[in-house]
């Protein structure tokens, strides 16, 4: 099967590096190894203390695949990308529907997939067996979660991604980390000291600076340009808000930090959590200590994130003196066009918040998901 074939026979797609390692694992391919075997789902199962009901469906989830033909090679071109390459970037791999295999439930592939992950970090003994229990923890609650929502033994497809399907997220002081790669069309340039951050493309932006998704909610919109002496584009200040005129930077002096693609440490942020600046370091410094032995081959440029905690309108909704206001004043904050409302699953329901946050919706504000980015070399100043 070719890789083109592949990718048309279940119908997603997958992240541009793939095709460059699919000869190579096709060359490789050995058809008889079980993409997980029993022992390894067992070993999973008890390692995770999941019920033994579980224990017994994740074992036949894995023959299920194993006995598939299509279904083995694509699983094991996944295990291949995500476990034995461990490329870092695995969490692009991020669709509510993956592939399907007669016989299983799409959160049954996952659930594999994952455990395939897991038993291969376990079983080397790598990474260290508290960051293991983490992920170990993450498999038995998403694992419960998924039959109490379906009634049947699974994991969601959104756990499986944020697993990042092989155990490489992992939990350092109040945050997960996982190797990831830059996001987005916002160069990142820099003269040595300091970040600028440029809208890449052409963007409609609002009154207050933000991103919006038609000309008709714009004030202006965006541009970007370059050739081998400057770029001209829009700045985009650290709070994350747009300036609607061009600026001119000089290439002599100003050179790429961050593009798409340039390696970066992810970060996922649990809930409560103590958010300040000085856990916000201490958990950067852990995680970069970690992944420079771990994914040696991960040059890690910045810490970045996707979340709503980064919208940059929430000092609309927040106090001055928020300690989610005083680590996003610390981060250079990116915004994006995807909107959230009052509903949003990461809010308590009935909370002061989301009530603040319904009324300023119903009086016409749009607030909007950010992405963040903290240079490494701007580690030693974050707290301060």
Not at 202 to 212: A, M, S, T
Not at 253 to 269: M, Q
Request: aromatic share 14%.
């Amino acid at each position: 099967m070719t890789y083109k074939e592949l990718c048309a026979k279940y119908n997603f797609e997958m992240p541009a590096y793939a095709a460059d390692y699919y000869d190579a694992f096709i060359a490789e391919y050995d058809r008889s190894k079980p993409v997980l075997t029993a022992e390894s789902a067992a070993f999973v199962a008890d390692a995770a203390g999941i019920p033994e009901e579980a224990k017994k469906e994740l074992i036949r989830c894995a023959e299920v695949i194993n006995a598939n033909d299509d279904a083995h090679l694509c699983a094991s071109f996944l295990a291949c990308l995500t476990v034995y390459k461990r490329a870092p970037w695995v969490n692009y791999i991020y669709q509510d529907d993956h592939f399907t295999v007669e016989g299983l439930h799409k959160e049954q592939v996952g659930w594999v997939l994952v455990a395939t992950m897991l038993a291969n970090t376990l079983i080397n003994k790598k990474p260290p067996e508290d960051l293991n229990a983490e992920n170990l923890s993450s498999f038995k609650g998403y694992t419960l979660n998924c039959h109490g929502i379906h009634g049947y033994w699974g994991i969601t497809e959104w756990h499986w991604n944020m697993l990042c399907a092989s155990g490489s997220m992992f939990m350092f002081g109040i945050l997960k980390f996982v190797p990831s790669e830059f996001t987005g069309d916002f160069p990142v340039i820099t003269d040595g000291k300091s970040y600028v951050s440029l809208a890449g493309g052409e963007f409609f932006v609002g009154k207050d600076g933000e991103l919006v998704d038609s000309e008709e909610k714009a004030v202006g919109k965006t541009s970007f340009y370059e050739d081998d002496s400057k770029y001209v584009g829009n700045v985009i200040s650290p709070k994350g808000i747009v300036e609607l005129k061009t600026t001119e930077f000089d290439k002599r002096v100003w050179k790429d930090f961050l593009r798409g693609g340039d390696h970066t440490i992810d970060i996922h942020i649990p809930a409560k959590v103590e958010y300040t600046p000085e856990k916000f370091k201490e958990a950067f410094a852990m995680a970069l200590d970690f992944f420079k032995d771990y994914y040696p081959g991960h040059k890690t440029k910045a810490f970045a994130c996707y979340s709503w905690i980064l919208s940059p309108q929430l000092p609309y909704l927040l106090a001055e003196n928020s300690n989610i206001l005083k680590v996003n004043d610390k981060l250079h904050l990116l915004p994006v066009i995807a909107t959230f409302d009052s509903e949003l699953m990461f809010i308590r329901k009935g909370s002061s918040l989301q009530q603040r946050l319904a009324e300023q919706i119903e009086a016409g504000r749009e607030f909007h998901f950010g992405i963040m980015y903290s240079p490494v070399s701007e580690l030693e100043d974050l707290d301060k």
